[in-house]
């Protein structure tokens, strides 16, 4: 059994037990793994030399069990590719209405960027952006070592990322090195089959704390999403 937790509740450790689960190991070990990451980020803010600390670095810096796992497996399936592959949004030329709903999401959750991406082989279109300037708003595509997004196509679940810096998988990744991304909201947009194809998302690259009202704003917008790609009435 694992250690409680000061001041969480049943409701917050079940959700601490659920997520731990999720990445493949124990609870004890996933909250370890937590308070090494935020320890090191707030030493070496203030600059403090503990943060380089050897035993320290390897508990913040080692990733879950489950994320050393290759992400190929559910992004290669061949039953998501052709619900893609349907869809006929790859490459496709920007539609106002869901260019409203983008802007929508934006708007709603008062973040600057905003998206529909569609997750490819080896790639992520974007079919549909709010915000998003330079090189990128002309190509409207990122290679697969750039996109977030396919972390919630993979996983089939929302992402809920208040500061990337203090995350396992994407402290590490280029656009959170960068600094173009430190927080992140996304939903998975799934075919009737359940397949998710892509993602209605919104980032910032500034660190912030996503509410429960946002998840559900995005959560209703996303459903609109689905119903338009596939024709289908939103739960």
Same mark, same amino acid.
């Given at each position: 059994?694992?250690?409680?937790?000061?001041?969480?509740?049943?409701? &917050?450790?079940?959700?601490?037990?659920?997520?731990?689960?999720?990445?493949?190991?124990?609870?004890?070990?996933?909250?370890?793994?937590?308070?090494?990451?935020?320890?090191?980020?707030?030493?070496?803010?203030?600059?403090?030399?503990?943060?380089?600390?050897?035993?320290?670095?390897?508990?913040?810096?080692?990733?879950?069990?489950a994320v050393q796992q290759s992400l190929a497996s559910?992004?290669?399936?061949?039953?998501? &590719?052709?619900?893609?592959?349907?869809?006929?949004?790859?490459?496709?030329?920007?539609?106002?209405?869901?260019?409203?709903?983008?802007? &929508?999401?934006?708007?709603?959750?008062?973040?600057?960027?905003?998206?529909?991406?569609?997750?490819?082989?080896?790639?992520?279109?974007?079919?549909?952006?709010?915000?998003?300037?330079?090189?990128?708003?002309?190509?409207?595509?990122?290679?697969?070592?750039?996109?977030?997004?396919?972390?919630?196509?993979?996983?089939?679940?929302?992402?809920?990322?208040?500061?990337?810096?203090?995350?396992?998988?994407?402290?590490?990744?280029?656009?959170?090195?960068?600094?173009?991304? &430190?927080?992140?909201?996304?939903?998975?947009?799934?075919?009737?089959?359940?397949?998710?194809?892509?993602?209605?998302?919104?980032?910032?690259?500034?660190?912030?704390?996503?509410?429960?009202?946002?998840?559900?704003?995005?959560?209703?917008?996303?459903?609109?999403?689905?119903?338009?790609?596939?024709?289908?009435?939103?739960?």
């Open positions: 059994m694992a250690t409680p937790v000061p001041g969480f509740d049943d409701a &917050l450790s079940a959700l601490l037990d659920r997520e731990a689960a999720r990445v493949g190991e124990s609870t004890d070990a996933f909250v370890s793994r937590a308070v090494a990451a935020r320890l090191r980020y707030h030493l070496a803010e203030i600059g403090d030399p503990a943060a380089n600390g050897e035993l320290l670095a390897t508990l913040a810096d080692s990733p879950p069990p559910p992004i290669l399936d061949p039953a998501r &590719l052709a619900d893609l592959a349907a869809t006929g949004l790859l490459d496709a030329p920007r539609d106002a209405s869901y260019d409203r709903i983008v802007r &929508l999401a934006a708007e709603s959750l008062t973040a600057p960027t905003a998206a529909i991406s569609l997750v490819d082989t080896d790639r992520q279109f974007l079919f549909s952006t709010f915000g998003v300037t330079g090189e990128l708003e002309q190509t409207r595509e990122t290679p697969m070592d750039r996109s977030v997004c396919q972390y919630v196509v993979a996983s089939g679940e929302p992402l809920i990322v208040d500061d990337a810096r203090l995350h396992p998988v994407l402290k590490d990744h280029p656009v959170v090195q960068e600094r173009a991304l &430190l927080s992140y909201l996304g939903i998975p947009l799934k075919s009737a089959d359940g397949n998710s194809i892509g993602t209605l998302c919104v980032w910032d690259a500034a660190p912030r704390q996503w509410t429960t009202g946002h998840v559900q704003v995005l959560r209703d917008l996303a459903a609109l999403v689905r119903e338009r790609i596939f024709n289908i009435v939103a739960d």
